[in-house]
């Protein structure tokens, strides 16, 4: 089980890491090489200090490193990024990260979480209970980036506190 915890400046770069190397590894398979390209190379680690210190921010850390990240977006009640360390997908990060924000939007009283999948993980985000609204573009520099519009009502969600300001594991 990995150690849930909110993200700070310091984990941006290795944040930065995984998600440029998930898009250009996972993310691969469901889009064209131009496409891939435009959505890694316009990330840099400083793109994620604003959200760090502005938004909803968690990582998942295993043995001292960081796993996973995902970024919650309160003011929209959006869903923003969800990514696992392509080593390490398949081994139930990525479902304890999905937990933790659903956990901080129902606790900040968020009552439907959107999320704009891209195309590799509808999938996931469906056996999860998100389901599909629309598909729609991206707003990333051209080509265009194709996501799926997809949201959960929280109504039902557990009150269980599975994330606390400090950490949890
Ligand atoms: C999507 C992602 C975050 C899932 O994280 P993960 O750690 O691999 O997922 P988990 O191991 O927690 O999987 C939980 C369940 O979902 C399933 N699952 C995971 N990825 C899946 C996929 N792409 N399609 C279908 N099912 C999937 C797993 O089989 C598992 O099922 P189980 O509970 O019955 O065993 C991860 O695969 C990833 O980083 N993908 C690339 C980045 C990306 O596309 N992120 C979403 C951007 S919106």
């Given at each position: 089980m990995a150690l849930i915890r909110r993200a700070c400046l310091d984990d941006a770069k290795r944040i930065w890491q995984i998600q440029t190397d998930s898009i250009r590894s996972v993310c691969r398979t469901h889009y064209q090489p131009d496409v891939i390209e435009a959505w890694a190379s316009q990330l840099k680690p400083s793109s994620y200090e604003v959200p760090i210190e502005e938004r909803e921010v968690i990582v998942a850390e295993q043995h001292g490193q960081v796993v996973g990240f995902g970024q919650l977006n309160l003011e929209t009640h959006e869903m923003e990024t969800l990514y696992v360390d392509s080593e390490q997908i398949g081994k139930g990060i990525g479902a304890e990260l999905l937990k933790s924000l659903e956990s901080i939007a129902h606790q900040n009283g968020v009552i439907e979480l959107k999320i704009a999948s891209s195309l590799n993980a509808v999938s996931f985000y469906q056996k999860h209970g998100y389901q599909q609204i629309c598909k729609m573009p991206e707003e990333?520099?051209?080509?265009v980036l194709v996501c799926v519009g997809m949201s959960k009502s929280l109504d039902n969600a557990s009150s269980e506190l599975k994330f606390s300001e400090s950490q949890s594991n």
């Open positions: 990333v520099p051209s080509p």
